[in-house]
């Protein structure tokens, strides 16, 4: 992925925390204070959009798989070259640290694919269960997938390569050009992983280059003072 393009989509993004952190209920500006890597995204007035899904068990994922539980959730495709896997693991390796320091709750890992038309669930299971058994992958419906990103600030574009080597960028809602699935492409996109409280709402953001050790420490501080 392009470093200056990947850059300058994390400042979009943070500039969307900073929006969601200025209409801040009051009774966690404090605790925004304590943290030392995230910011408090959580916003009442603003759920998740209605979306049914699937993960990679072939089972039904909508809304209700978030509600009565905390989770870590990421967007990610699995022909990443670098900032997916090293994300994935930075979300186990936060898990496994949590489990160590003997925490009564430790989030479910959830990564939702911004490329469901190559990471069929029996592809994304492979893939993810290979950087922690307890990942959980969900693919489906492009559009829906589409909506589900917007109120995270997520984004993404699909760069597809002709045979000169020039490159085409795509909107996310732009159809890919006939061939390009067996071709392929890339896919830019911002990184940031999210923890999502038991009402299934978004509550807490960590932007990249991410840090578990330190993640760790404010998610457990974002869980003690919900």
Not at 40 to 66: E, T, V
Not at 172 to 185: F, I, M, Q, R, V
Request: aromatic fraction near 12%; glycine fraction near 6%; hydrophobic fraction near 40%.
């Amino acid at each position: 992925m392009n470093n200056k393009l990947l850059s300058g989509i994390g400042v979009v993004a943070l500039i969307i925390a900073i929006f969601y952190f200025t209409s801040l209920n009051k009774n966690y500006q404090d605790l925004a204070k304590q943290l030392k890597v995230s910011y408090i995204l959580h916003n009442p007035n603003k759920g998740l959009p209605f979306f049914s899904l699937i993960d990679h068990n072939n089972n039904k994922f909508d809304n209700n798989n978030f509600k009565g539980k905390w989770t870590l959730l990421s967007f990610i495709y699995t022909h990443c070259p670098d900032v997916c896997p090293t994300g994935l693991m930075d979300m186990s390796i936060l898990k496994s640290t949590l489990i160590k320091r003997g925490v009564n709750i430790v989030p479910n890992l959830v990564t939702i694919t911004f490329d469901p038309a190559r990471d069929t669930p029996s592809v994304l299971k492979t893939y993810l269960t290979f950087f922690d058994k307890d990942f959980l992958g969900v693919s489906g419906d492009q559009v829906q997938i589409n909506q589900l990103i917007k109120p995270f600030g997520a984004y993404y574009e699909r760069v597809v390569y002709a045979k000169n080597g020039k490159p085409t960028v795509l909107k996310n809602d732009e159809p890919l050009p006939e061939g390009a699935l067996k071709s392929g492409y890339l896919i830019n996109h911002t990184a940031w992983i999210y923890l999502l409280n038991p009402d299934g709402q978004i509550f807490a953001g960590f932007p990249a280059p991410h840090d578990p050790i330190t993640m760790a420490d404010d998610v457990e501080l974002l869980i003690k003072n919900y």
